[in-house]
C-alpha cells in the first residue's frame, strides 16, 4: 500500500520558516514527480511546486518563486519543502503528492496523495 505521510506544519510568524517533509513508502517513486500543493479554507487545493524523478527540474507557482525550494532524497524517499519569508497568505493544508512521468501542476495528473500537514502564518 502506497503511503505519503507530510510533517512539519506549524505555526509561524510572518517572514519566519519552515522545513516540510514527505515520506513516501509502499513502492519505488523511481519515475515519479513529487509535488506540493495547499488548500486554504473555502478555497481551491493549488500547485505549489513540484520536481521530477532526478531532481533535475522543478516547478514554481509563480507566488512561491525565490522563498521556498523543492528536494528530494532519493536514497530515503524523502521530499522536502524549504518555505522562508512566509506570508499570511501562504497558511493552508499543505498535501504531498505524487505522479507518474509527468512534470506539471494538474492535480488530476497526481494519482497518489498524502493526508496534509496544516501550516498557519500569523501577521
Known amino acids: 500500500q502506497v503511503q505519503l505521510v507530510e510533517s512539519g506544519g506549524g505555526l509561524v510568524q510572518a517572514g519566519g520558516s519552515l522545513r516540510l517533509s514527505c515520506a513516501a513508502s509502499?513502492?519505488?517513486?523511481?519515475?515519479?514527480?513529487m509535488g506540493w500543493f495547499r488548500q486554504a479554507p473555502g478555497k481551491e487545493r493549488e500547485f505549489v511546486t513540484a520536481?521530477?524523478?532526478?531532481?533535475?527540474?522543478?516547478l514554481y507557482t509563480d507566488s512561491v518563486k525565490g522563498r521556498f525550494t523543492i528536494s528530494r532524497d532519493g536514497a530515503k524517499s524523502t521530499v522536502y519543502l524549504q518555505m522562508n519569508s512566509l506570508k499570511p497568505e501562504d497558511s493552508g493544508v499543505y498535501y504531498c503528492?505524487?505522479?507518474?512521468?509527468?512534470?506539471?501542476?494538474?492535480?488530476?495528473?497526481?494519482?497518489?496523495w498524502g493526508q496534509g500537514t496544516q501550516v498557519t502564518v500569523s501577521s
Open positions: 503528492a505524487a505522479a507518474p512521468y509527468y512534470v506539471g501542476s494538474r492535480k488530476d495528473q497526481y494519482n497518489y
Open positions: 520536481i521530477n524523478w532526478s531532481g533535475s527540474s522543478t
Open positions: 509502499g513502492r519505488t517513486f523511481s519515475g515519479y514527480t
